[in-house]
């Protein structure tokens, strides 16, 4: 009894709080995931679909991350954790880390202190998108609904070319004069063409969904099957059912799925739709934009053949911002710093790309974070991060408001490191630019959601709120990666000299002396005079114009 009793407590210990640790070799190897095309994609340790990240809250999580690409650079981030205290382990390259060198390894660990679904990816030039992403799910022991199984599903639109043999064509004002972005080939539930997922009456199922698309939006819609969300990006909400729902690249929902009460004698799909919306091959006749799933109730019966329909690309689906935080966070205010982000695409640079307040975010030569912990107390003076690191430096425990003014006719899915924000306000799409007045149009929620990806519309603006509580230096970018490829990338410095109580571990610094990287000084890499910027990086590099491709040639 007494040993029983012991063990249980030991388990208990190993479940709900221990170490996870994980040693990761990434590495190109040949998979097919659509069936339609072989391609090299980066594999976890010979594994790809790559494997899902389990924790719990509380744990310590270790990734000894091993750079077996040979040919490529990497960096891994963890989408949506805060890494209040870690800022050096948030994974962005040049924003707090240098590039992981081919042959290194590089150690990432911190605690995870929030519960629910996020994903890691890349977070290294447009890399990603070429299979170096997955789910990373952390389970808590107080979520307040019940379930009795969990599933992951994840979405993924998927090319056949590798993305840097398309960025350079997609950069290309010759090859791509209206700038383009290369379209998928397929759309992939959980990297397949298709997946089932076996159902018994009468049991209710959380389904993690999670989009790590590089470009697309997804529709997701079971037939006959309700979805209540109860999670949104990490953040727990009042239970809302729909049978619809919208999802970006980046973002999370976590809905719960009742089966029928008694055997339906039949079996049920889903679709997942990626929104041709922003595909410049519209109609596209030739990519598979549908992925269609099941949920199969009886194995021995036939799957159905045709995939539940939806009204339309642009309505029918639930509102995320009508969503109420489970804990009812109030609305934050006053707010005490405001920043305005007017997005632009057009030529810079002699390149198609993107600019937030006039300026291509092209990489410093020292990672910001480095940086802010060398540069004493003129950490606070924006000018030494270099003007195109887009740096925007707010104060400890600022109440911050974030108005992006988005002056292009596509939406995108707006996303910021080390925070979830409140969404305060967001504009329908336009077809000619609307900039925010300064003031709500509408009484602005109570208790607005909160998330860490949300759409701006089309020509339109989105208005949110944090409070600063997080020192750290932070990237705020489009979550398409074409996007962030192209400059639209900003890096926000919060509480900078409170964030030198923190310090970067050896091995980080490793990695930027092993390929003779700066990792002191200001953007340039200057460490006398912070304010000389001599020698910084005042444009991204040049890529020989590659011929546009994307999906308009057959592959
Ligand atoms: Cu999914 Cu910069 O992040």
């Not at 990373?136 to 979520?143: A, G, Q």
């Not at 339309?312 to 009508?322: A, E, L, M, P, V």
């Amino acid at each position: 009894m007494f040993y029983n009793s012991y063990l249980l407590v030991i388990l208990h210990y190993v479940l709900y709080v221990s170490a996870a640790t994980y040693n990761w070799n990434v590495g190109w190897q040949t998979e097919n995931p659509d069936g339609l095309q072989p391609r090299p994609v980066i594999a976890i340790n010979g594994q790809w679909p790559p494997p899902t990240l389990y924790a719990n809250v509380g744990d310590t999580v270790t990734i000894y991350l091993k750079n077996g690409l040979g040919n490529e650079t990497t960096g891994m981030h963890f989408h949506g954790l805060f890494q209040n205290g870690t800022a050096s382990m948030d994974g962005p390259t040049q924003v707090t880390q240098c590039p992981i060198g081919p042959g290194e390894t590089f150690t990432y660990t911190f605690q995870v202190n929030q519960p629910g679904t996020y994903w890691y990816h890349s977070h290294n030039g447009g890399q990603y998108p070429d299979g170096f992403r997955g789910a990373l799910i952390i389970h808590d022991p107080s979520i307040p609904y019940q379930y009795d199984k969990e599933e992951v599903l994840v979405l993924s639109d998927w090319y056949h070319s590798q993305i840097p043999d398309l960025i350079p064509g997609f950069l290309s004002t010759t090859a791509n004069p209206h700038g383009a972005e290369p379209v998928p080939n397929s759309a992939l539930l959980n990297d397949n063409p298709t997946t089932s997922f076996s159902i018994r009456p009468g049991k209710t199922y959380l389904f993690r969904i999670i989009n790590v698309s590089n470009f697309a939006s997804f529709l997701l819609k079971f037939d006959q099957h309700q979805m209540a969300i109860i999670e949104v990006d990490g953040v727990y909400t009042v239970k809302q059912s729909t049978d619809l729902i919208y999802i970006t690249a980046g973002q999370r929902y976590s809905v719960l799925i009742t089966a029928k009460a008694t055997a339906p004698g039949q079996n049920y799909a889903f679709v997942g739709a990626m929104d041709p919306d922003m595909f410049d091959c519209y109609p596209c006749s030739n990519v598979p934009l549908n992925a269609t799933g099941y949920l199969v109730y009886d194995s021995s019966k036939p799957l159905p053949n045709s995939e539940p329909t939806f009204p339309s690309y642009t309505s029918g689906f639930y509102d995320d911002f009508s969503l109420v935080p489970y804990d009812k966070q109030p609305l934050l205010g006053p707010v005490t710093k405001r920043i305005t982000f007017n997005v632009e695409s057009g030529t810079y640079f002699n390149q198609n790309r993107f600019a937030i307040n006039g300026n291509s975010y092209v990489e410093p030569k020292v990672p910001t974070l480095y940086t802010v912990l060398d540069a004493g107390h003129e950490a606070t003076n924006p000018a030494i991060y270099g003007q195109y690191a887009n740096p925007y430096i707010i104060s400890h425990n600022d109440i911050v408001e974030i108005v992006v003014n988005n002056g292009d006719s596509g939406g995108h899915p707006i996303h910021m490191h080390g925070h979830n924000f409140q969404m305060v306000e967001r504009s329908p799409p336009f077809t000619t630019p609307h900039k925010y007045s300064g003031t709500p149009t509408t009484t602005p929620p109570a208790t607005p959601v909160r998330r860490d990806v949300m759409k701006v519309q089309a020509s339109g603006y989105l208005v949110y709120r944090f409070r600063a509580d997080n020192p750290g230096v932070w990237a705020f970018h489009c979550h398409i990666d074409w996007h962030l490829t192209a400059g639209f990338f900003a890096t926000i410095i919060e509480a900078p000299l409170a964030l030198q109580a923190q310090s970067i571990p050896a091995n980080h610094i490793q990695a930027c002396k092993h390929q003779h990287l700066p990792y002191r000084g200001n953007a340039a890499g200057n460490t006398h005079n912070y304010t000389d910027l001599t020698g910084a990086n005042n444009a991204p590099p040049v890529y020989n114009t590659g011929a546009y491709c994307g999906n308009c040639k057959p592959s």
